[in-house]
């Protein structure tokens, strides 16, 4: 099936500094990815919707100027969070559909576990 | 707007028994995909069936079947012959099929727990 890779895994990071996460796509072009965020043993919140060569659409409630997406290839997607604060410690997963097709499922990076000290 | 509700939030079966997840949703689409996935301790996501809703044949994949009754906006997941490596958080996703900019956006429910027993 296809892969989709995220980077890192894991990352520890000071208060008040930036994380850039990467969602790849290793095997396919993927012309939307889609960024979760997940607490311990709950669901996941979808975050946004990072459509290639346009601005990601933001859910209700997620501060856009706080988690920077850009998708400027069919293959590569990244969030950043920006002034990371303790509370921002979380869980984040990526996921991607194939590009102009419309009845797969989407494929799931492993996730990155971000822990803001 | 679409609501997926898995009203177990815990289960446990015995090995090599049957167990059975709930899952109902709340659309007003009538084309859409519904997907069970599996999170192992390892937190990555693992799709373990999907069932267009179109079709009224009920998905199958190994152990693993549904319960697709479109009519009552419900979609449980069968898993037979239960092993130790099913334990794992499960989550129901309902994805509509529509072909606007966003399509694809998954609702997830809240999750069930599924604790196997050996």
Known sequence: GAVVSQHPSWVICKSGTSVKIECRSLDFQATTMFWYRQFPKQSLM???????GSKATYEQGVEKDKFLINHASLTLSTLTVTSAHPEDSS?????????????????????TRLTVV | AQTVTQSQPEMSVQEAETVTLSCTY????????????????SRQ????????AYKQQNATENRFSVNFQKAAKSFSLKI???????????FCAYRSASGDTNAGKSTFGDGTTLTVKP
Not at chain 1, 46 to 52: D, H, K, P, Q
């Open chain 1, 46 to 52: 979808l975050m946004a919707t990072s459509n290639e």
């Open chain 1, 91 to 111: 869980f984040y997963i990526c996921s991607a559909r194939v590009y102009k097709v419309m009845n797969t499922e989407a494929f799931f990076g492993q996730g």
């Open chain 2, 26 to 41: 709340d659309t007003s689409e009538s084309d859409y995909y519904l997907f069970w996935y599996k999170q192992p301790p």
């Open chain 2, 80 to 90: 037979s012959d239960s092993q130790l490596g099913d334990a794992a958080m499960y």
């Open chain 2, 45 to 52: 996501m693992i799709l373990v069936i999907r069932q267009e």
